[in-house]
């Protein structure tokens, strides 16, 4: 398995339901019924970093976080 | 490789933020100012018409970065500090206190704001643009539950404050010249289903006129302890109002572009690359730039778009060279109702219902020309939206996120 060296946070309660985040890095996140963020993978491995950095840009009210763990 | 040393961005919002992390993000080590000309650390707008109004937010909630993480942006991040004038040759910008910043690479993300009513219909009037606007108009409708507040202008910002007045208990007027308001952003049976939405919780929403005139003795000194107003309609309606709300659109901040050779129509104009001249670049709610896709400038006052364009402006200002071509996306929300748009709705598409029901509390339309897809709304259906908008971005052949090499 592959070590992920980055920790994905989220502020669900300021999610607008976009969904950018999901277009952006689907295996890292999805969305709830009603759209709100769910994180997949909170500890991404190393391939997903990319896109899962990408979530965090796209996203429009600024709820993603990557912090290095 | 990029020889930009040195990169100026106006304005402090959404977009110019989005360019300085982005920049910073892929690699970018060089000099940057951030120039913001109200005193408040860069915050959020979309919160300002429904959670910090409706006080379920305190204003630190809505800021775009916490504290700790614009210092990692070591940008020189000044507050309270406009840009006065451009001088393009000299590749200097003036700022309101007197100092002048050189540039390598300059960019324009001063937003907008709002239009006003004729001066003498608009003494003591909000409108809501800033957050100071927003605790002000929260300010007077927490302190009179029952304020009777009047709403000029039925767009998205009217009706979102509309929502947020009532739950605060107030009793709220819309007033719009337009017939059918909205049809041009929602297509015709949002639209007349969002005002129902509003008619069904107590808005008076009122069509086809006009602000006639507003009278009273306004306090323009304290604006939130005015009224009451006199509002007479071009109808011929007349009625009090404690408070007046002037919601009817804004444009775009280029005063201190004048004379600076930077051509400016309704927006800064700007290429497929979001360039506007040598070494200027501009993003948000201020550009107008040629959608390679659409083949026309278009400028959009989007808060997606002031991220995804202050993105690709910073990766062109680092020598992508990649025009910028989003499918756009926008939501509003009114009381438990969450609409959201992506693509265009072009006046005369074909719409169709692609899930649920027109008359349930959850629905998708899509919008077709020449048999392509180019528009999707969904009425409470986010998580549906998601996958319109992936077909609607292979639809149109764009990303809405422009890729990029980025590492951390």
Same mark, same amino acid.
């Given at each position: 398995m592959e070590a992920s060296n980055v920790r994905v946070t989220i502020d669900a309660d300021k999610?607008?339901? @976009?969904g950018s985040c999901v277009l952006a890095a689907p295996e890292v996140f999805t969305q709830d019924d009603d759209g709100i963020v769910v994180v997949?993978? *909170? #500890? /991404? /491995?190393a391939h997903l970093q990319d896109q899962a950095r990408q979530a965090m840009r796209a996203c429009p009210a600024a709820v993603i976080w990557l912090e290095d763990s | 490789v990029s020889s930009v040393q040195s990169v100026v961005i106006v304005g402090a919002g959404a977009a110019g933020l989005s360019v300085a992390q982005s920049l910073r993000g892929e690699g970018y080590v060089g000099r940057l100012t951030l120039l913001g000309d109200e005193a408040e650390l860069p915050y959020d707008? /979309? /919160? !300002?018409?429904k959670q910090i109004l409706a006080g379920?937010?305190?204003? *630190?909630?809505?800021?775009?970065?916490p504290e700790d993480r614009i210092r990692t942006l070591q940008a020189d991040l000044r507050l309270g500090a406009s840009a006065a004038e451009l001088d393009t040759g000299a590749h200097e910008v003036t700022v309101s206190d007197g100092s002048v910043v050189g540039y390598d690479a300059l960019v324009v993300a001063t937003g907008i704001q709002p239009r006003q009513l004729p001066r003498e219909n608009s003494a003591g009037a909000h409108v809501l643009r800033t957050m100071a606007d927003s605790l002000r108009l929260r300010s007077m409708l927490s302190r009179s539950p029952g304020a009777r507040l009047v709403i000029v202008g039925a767009g998205f910002l009217g009706l979102e404050v509309a929502a947020t007045a009532r739950r605060l208990g107030a009793e709220v007027v819309v007033v719009e010249p337009l017939e059918r308001p909205l049809e041009n952003r929602l297509g015709a049976f949002a639209a007349a289903r969002l005002l129902a939405l509003h008619q069904s919780n107590g808005v008076r929403v009122l069509t086809g006129t006009a602000i006639e005139s507003v009278t009273g003795h306004p306090n323009t000194v304290q604006p939130e302890c005015d009224g009451p107003h006199l509002v007479r309609l071009t109808s011929g309606a007349v009625f009090e109002a404690d408070a007046l709300l002037v919601a009817i659109g804004c444009s775009p901040?280029?005063?201190? !572009? #004048?004379? @600076?050779g930077i051509t400016v129509s309704d927006g800064v104009v700007c290429d497929e690359f979001c360039k506007a001249a040598a070494d200027v670049w501009a993003a948000g709610d201020v550009a107008r730039w040629l959608h390679p896709g659409l083949d026309k400038h278009i400028r959009l006052e989007h808060r997606t778009n002031a991220t995804e364009q202050g993105r690709a402006v910073a990766l062109n200002i680092l020598g992508a060279q990649r025009p910028f071509r989003p499918v756009p996306f926008f939501w509003t929300d009114h009381y438990e109702t969450k609409i959201q748009v992506s693509g265009f709705l072009p006046a005369g598409a074909k719409c169709e219902l #692609? *899930?649920? @029901? !027109?008359?349930?509390?959850s629905f998708v339309q899509t919008f077709w020309q020449a048999g392509i897809l180019v528009g999707v709304l969904g009425w409470n259906a986010a998580r549906s939206m998601t996958k319109f908008r992936r077909t609607l971005m292979s639809a149109q052949d764009a990303t809405s996120v422009p890729e990029t090499n980025e590492r951390s």
């Open positions: 999610c607008i339901a @976009s997949l993978q *909170e #500890a /991404p /491995p | 707008r /979309p /919160p !300002l018409s379920s937010w305190d204003p *630190e909630r809505a800021r775009l970065l901040r280029l005063d201190w !572009l #004048a004379g @600076s #692609a *899930e649920g @029901s !027109l008359t349930a509390d």
